[in-house]
């Protein structure tokens, strides 16, 4: 594969995120009980989710073909919404994302980070636990009895 590059996404990146969340969060439709929220997103949501979280994209050639959302909470970093368009995967793309969002953790004094995966993904769930991330919670959308994600949380090193 291309060289690639991590660049902060600016707001002008808006149609582009929206594209790549929703080209790569396809494979998933029909699949998730209740539907993948990255279906729903919209210029505005992706504005809205801007506010308040870095954006990172991985770019080949000039072309995003990846993205993380990074968002501060009170004493840890929550990082969403990693994509990696589909062509892209398997060459490091997605762990370069997760290490980006990691490093951005500890810059801002985090000792950890967390991510909520579907519990019906469990290809998922072993791709972050193959990166040191642990279940902490089992949690339940609106409306369900059973657990319908896991929040996963991986504690850094000290800053």
């Not at 954006?55 to 990693?82: H, N, P, T």
């Not at 398997?90 to 500890?106: M, Q």
Request: net charge neutral; proline share 4%; hydrophobic share 40%.
């Amino acid at each position: 594969m291309e060289s690639w590059v991590l660049r902060e996404a600016t707001e002008a990146d808006t149609a582009t995120i929206l594209a790549l969340v929703h080209a790569a969060f396809e494979e998933y439709r029909g699949q998730l009980d209740p539907p993948s929220g990255a279906h729903a997103e919209t210029l505005d949501s992706i504005r809205e989710k801007m506010r308040n979280a870095q954006v990172v994209l991985a770019c080949v050639e000039r072309k995003a073909v990846g993205c993380i959302f990074c968002q501060s909470e009170a004493d840890q970093l929550y990082m969403f919404r990693l994509a990696v368009l589909p062509a892209y995967r398997r060459h490091g793309l997605g762990r370069a994302l997760v290490e980006h969002a990691e490093r951005r953790a500890s810059e801002l004094g985090f000792s950890r980070v967390r991510l909520g995966v579907r519990t019906a993904l469990e290809r998922q769930r072993a791709y972050y636990e193959r990166q040191g991330y642990r279940p902490v919670q089992a949690e339940s959308h609106p409306g369900y009895e059973m657990p319908t994600y896991l929040i996963l949380e991986k504690a850094l090193s000290e800053p």
